[in-house]
């Protein structure tokens, strides 16, 4: 059972033991793999968050509001969902798919009321993981040009930029960010 979801404070009790998630080391967050029958709660949970992105341009929020249909024909088209659930409720998850120059991360998402617990953190951990098992050379993903909480995650990551920051959408500047593995 949830016990609070207030001020990013999110506490659970399982088998007697209280656990507060924000106290949770992200290296201690577990991300696992979707498959096609998550696709209806990964797309209702874009729709939860996307709408509220105000830092991108509402054609780019409207375009990660995917359908369910949409996100089983990624993954049929070499598209890995990452995430993690709690209570068995999709909390945050990202995707991911090996190209010829590694490992490309993009369409991060986490529940506005499990922000800043470290869930973010947690998958750029498994994205290295995931990259290293797999034999790529780099993680790269593309940030927001002045996007604050993006650009902390690159740097406390360990990611640098690469290349010149370019417009990837209409009106919307991005700086793509590597990190060798
Ligand atoms: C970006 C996003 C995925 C981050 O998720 P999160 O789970 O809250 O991130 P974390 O808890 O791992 O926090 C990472 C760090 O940023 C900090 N942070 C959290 N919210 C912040 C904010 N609004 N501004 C600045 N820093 C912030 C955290 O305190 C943490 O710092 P620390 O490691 O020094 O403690 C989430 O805010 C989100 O879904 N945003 C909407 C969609 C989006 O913009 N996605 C990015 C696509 S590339």
Redesign the pocket.
Known sequence: MILNITLGVIAWYEEGVLTVMSELP?EEIRVIEFTEADAEEISELFKQ??PL?L??PEHWRKKRMYSPEQVIDDMHNGYHYFGSRLQGRIV?LYKARITDEGLFG?????RPE?????????MYIQFAEYGRAHGCIRNY????VG????E??MK?YGFKPWGEPYEQAEGMFVQRYERLL
């Open positions: 992200a968050v996307w992105a830092e991108y945050g993009e369409h991060q998402t986490v499990c922000r800043s617990t470290g869930l973010a953190s947690a993903c593309n940030i927001l996007q604050e909480i993006g902390k995650l406390k």
